[in-house]
């Protein structure tokens, strides 16, 4: 079956020695909501009458205590508004609600909590033989959700989205792709997307005929392991087209790559990075890095428009991306 972890945006050098994570003593609830704010660019006078338009009454001063850490949601009617206020901050249902730490167990606010989104601080890891330390790390992360890439599912064409924030940082990277299944009652599929930017929270949602499942967290790999479903269920050699969105809010160092691997063969890969506005790289190269270790090309590329892309028809395993300089 195809094994196709989800594609990374940063270079591990950037991270290095950059900016120090969040205090640990901040709740986790907070930093993750205090991102959103800030990354969808919205006031709390915006928010808190966004929440009256859903029925939901929660003033000005209480959005800014949740903020600021200086309080929590801590009644039922408080986590109904904050399901509602990850509809408004277009985050996917679980992903704020998760995160609140009810003050004792069978109080309302934990019969609230999310049974189909929580966060774990990492899954036990063991390398097996001829596996690297990451792809134990990804095949423990979906252990954790019962799955692996054993899906039923081929893959025969993907094609990358990325735009890049006017500040530099990765925005929505939108996947779409071909399944064709290879046994009958295939109906779902694996996602694990991380991002090496450890103040960042990365998400996924589905956009496309496909919905999302059960969602892990784990916060010490700034990664998220997810279950998507197909909206029907295939028979083999049935084919489908899907499209879902990987996201991080938190982030502040400039992306300068988009990378995929390719494990096993499809068709066609097709990469596409956007930029905004006047923010354009001084250059951009395409990289084409070989399994087999005969070779990582890099060439020059030019954009098109504000645009950068990448297309390769049946592309040999291996690492395919496009990288940037600012």
Partial sequence: ????????????????????????????????????????????????????????????ATLSYWRSGRSMPDRGGSMIALAQLEQVLALPAGFLTSK?????????????????YRTAQTAPVTVRNCESFDDAVVRAGLAELGMDWDDG????????RLQVRPDRTDGSHDVRTVFVATR???????????HDDRKAFPFVMGLSNCRLGRVVEFRAHTAVAAEMFLDHTLDEGESTIVEHRLESIGQDLPVTQMLRRVSTPIRELVMEVRFSGEQIPRAVMTRRISERGDGDVQEPTTLVGSSAYLLVIDPAPGIYGLEWTW
């Fill in 1 to 60: 079956m195809s094994q196709q972890p989800s594609t990374t945006t940063r270079s591990p050098e950037e991270v290095s020695g950059a900016f120090s994570e969040v205090s640990s003593n901040e709740a986790e609830f907070t930093q993750a909501l205090r991102a959103a704010i800030v990354s969808r660019g919205v006031s709390l006078e915006s928010l808190r009458q966004s929440l009256a338009d859903r029925g939901s009454r929660v003033s000005v």
């Fill in 100 to 116: 609140v730490k009810p003050r004792k167990p069978g109080s309302m606010v934990a019969s609230a909590l999310p049974t189909h």
């Fill in 153 to 160: 599912l081929d893959r025969v064409s993907y094609h990358d």
């Fill in 184 to 194: 009958p009652g295939a109906h779902r599929f694996p996602i694990w997307s991380t």
